[in-house]
């Protein structure tokens, strides 16, 4: 029998091993820090052919537990594993497979092994192989057999297929939207610690989407979510303490917030805190600091921040002026639709700044971004037409 749902903390390496031996999931089981070397040292003394030892030492090289992460090697554990039938491990090595770590991608060797642990009613495989099903990874996409093997996974208290209930319902994939549904699930799997279903149901009460706004609860899921290192929700978090929400606007909360969510990587959150430093909103007002941030958002092809950073070139605000790169980055920021990159590269083109001016070529630009209401951009095209440029 396994338990794929709670979450528990031992105090020795020995009590790790029994815990999966018992059907506890790998890495539910938490053990202190100090201790995980100890750990990887006590697993590899019983590798050579024990499938519990083989399966936790993977994850161990996996989420570099006690050791450097080293996809190749977990790979290699895993498999050993999964061929003396350890039903955790098969599963395990087809998420090699789907993701290529360690391996070569390949959906149809996932597939075959999630399917062969899904005949033995392991939860985690079903709710992968409804993944598959649902994107069409390793065969023919089919979103109401994925519904169904959600279903099954989730009654057997799978919070990962829980959360994919609930995100079908939201969206109506291989199912009508029901929203109350879609709630339901959310809140099965952000009950026992999942959390993306945390700071999705923490979006759904800021927004009101199947329940009534509640900006206090959207708080309470993001911080469940964010203390678990959640990018998404440490960001979400610092959204609503910057601007009030839920909370006393604080933009010093705010903006630390959006740095830790930054450091983590999240281009949305780096931009955010590009603009903190270049307002001084909640740090001290940092011009070099808007750059590096804006360039690490920008690096990620984040269009807001691509046409932030051509602006910063342009006229030489914490870095050194570079028309030509501020043209570069709003021409990669307008391609996508954004509409300051429109509405600056259209103003380019009009004045001839940085590129030869071009009426054809601004007037189309500005057109875009006027289109998507920019007020400036309305007024520029106003005045081509005033002027008969058009």
């Not at 099965?188 to 979006?203: C, E, I, P």
Request: positive net charge; aromatic residues 18%.
């Amino acid at each position: 029998m396994y338990n794929y749902r709670d979450k528990i903390k031992v105090n020795s390496p020995e009590e790790v091993y029994q815990k999966v031996k018992e059907g506890y999931y790998f890495l539910n089981i938490s053990i202190d820090k100090s201790k995980e070397e100890e750990l990887v040292n006590y697993l590899n003394s019983k590798a050579s052919n024990d499938v519990i030892a083989l399966h936790c030492l993977a994850y161990c090289y996996t989420y570099e537990i006690g050791i450097h992460k080293d996809y190749d090697k977990a790979f290699e554990l895993f498999e050993k594993a999964a061929k003396l039938g350890f039903v955790p491990a098969q599963n395990a090595l087809g998420y090699c497979y789907s993701y290529g770590q360690g391996v070569k991608q390949d959906y149809d060797k996932a597939f075959k092994l999630y399917e062969k642990a899904t005949k033995e009613g392991f939860a985690l495989a079903i709710n992968n192989l409804g993944y598959a099903y649902q994107y069409g990874q390793g065969v023919k996409k089919d979103q109401k057999k994925g519904i169904e093997y959600y279903e099954i996974a989730a009654k057997q208290d799978d919070i990962r297929a829980q959360y994919n209930l609930g995100y079908c319902y939201q969206y109506g994939l291989g199912v009508d939207i029901d929203l109350n549904k879609a709630i339901y699930w959310y809140k099965k799997a952000a009950k026992y610690g999942n959390v993306t279903a945390q700071n999705t149901l923490g979006l759904c009460y800021y927004h009101g989407q199947g329940v009534e706004k509640d900006y206090e609860k959207a708080v309470m899921w993001y911080k469940k979510a964010s203390k678990e290192g959640n990018k998404f929700a440490t960001f979400n978090l610092g959204w609503c303490y910057f601007f009030g929400y839920g909370v006393p606007q604080d933009y010093k909360k705010g903006a630390a917030l959006f740095k830790e969510s930054a450091e983590q990587g999240y281009y949305y959150a780096q931009a955010n805190l590009a603009l903190c430093y270049y307002n001084g909103q909640g740090v001290l007002k940092d011009d070099k600091k808007a750059v590096e941030w804006f360039k690490k958002a920008a690096d990620q092809g984040y269009s807001r921040a691509q046409a932030n950073l051509g602006w910063l070139y342009q006229n030489g605000i914490g870095i050194t002026k570079n028309v030509k790169k501020a043209i570069e980055l709003y021409l990669a920021a307008a391609k996508q639709n954004d509409i300051t990159g429109q509405f600056n590269l259209g103003w380019c083109y009009a004045f001839g700044i940085g590129v030869e001016q071009n009426d054809q070529k601004a007037y189309d630009w500005l057109k875009k971004a006027a289109f998507q209401g920019h007020e400036k951009a309305k007024l520029m095209i106003a005045r081509f037409d005033m002027e008969g440029r058009f």
